[in-house]
């Protein structure tokens, strides 16, 4: 079946640096794919998605590029702030069926002044 | 802007109980879903609902599980009896006017603790 692998965590990064979060996928046919966000005590957010090869998502300074010859959808950020640390999960979609979501593990990431 | 909700934030109940976990979807959405996550675990889909009925389920939406739209507004999740390893956070969420890839809005989650 579908399947997400993200990079294990906890990542933890001073503020400014540089963010990657890997995720690979398996899945039959061509899934969407998504990032999710979720700060402490909140349900999830849609961060970015990208629906078909090659699209980049971005928000607030996060994007991820959709590669299939790879099958992988990593996350990045040039210069990360507090308020970015959070938990973040990598999901797919199938385009089939009821379109259910198949998340990743989930990377806690902690950015320190 | 238009948000899923979720009633209660937390519940506490004995193993063996009846729980029932409420959302109130989005109000023109057409698909609705539950999704849990275990403490420290990834999110797992549950089940998902389309035109009244449900549309797929995993392999731990068991016997034990049901789902219903009783009024046209509210998405509710019952647990007949529940156990032990049932304790976790429910998702629910909602999408889509049409039947092509549209964004999933999740709600804040209720926190089912088993004793």
């Known amino acids: 079946g579908d399947s997400v692998t993200q990079m294990e965590g906890p990542v933890t990064l001073s503020e400014e640096a540089f963010l990657t979060i890997n995720c690979t996928y398996t899945a039959t046919g061509y899934p969407s794919l998504f990032w999710y966000v979720q700060y402490p005590g909140e349900g999830l957010q849609l961060l970015l998605k990208?629906?078909?090869?090659?699209d980049k998502g971005s928000n607030k300074g996060f994007e991820a590029t959709y590669r299939k010859e790879t099958t992988s959808f990593h996350l990045e950020k040039g210069s990360v702030q507090v308020s970015d640390s959070a938990v973040y999960f990598c999901?797919?979609?199938?385009?089939?069926?009821?379109?259910?979501?198949?998340f990743g593990q989930g990377t806690r990431l902690t950015i320190n002044p | 802007e238009p948000e899923v909700t979720q009633t209660p934030s937390h519940q506490v109940t004995q193993m063996g109980q009846e729980v029932i976990l409420r959302c109130v979807p989005i109000s023109n959405h057409l698909y609705f879903y539950w999704y849990r996550q275990i403490l420290g675990q990834k999110v797992e889909f549950l089940v998902s609902f389309y035109n009244n009925e449900i549309s797929e389920k995993s392999e731990i939406f068991d016997d034990q599980f049901s789902v219903e739209r009783p009024d046209g507004s509210n998405f509710t999740l019952k647990i007949r009896s529940t156990k032990l390893e049932d304790s976790a956070m429910y998702f629910c969420?909602?999408?889509?006017?049409?039947?092509?890839?549209?964004?999933?809005?999740f709600g804040p989650g209720t926190r089912l603790t088993v004793l």
């Open positions: 990208a629906t078909k090869a090659d």
């Open positions: 999901a797919l979609s199938s385009i089939q069926g009821a379109q259910k979501l198949v």
């Open positions: 969420a909602s999408s889509g006017t049409s039947f092509s890839y549209n964004e999933q809005f």
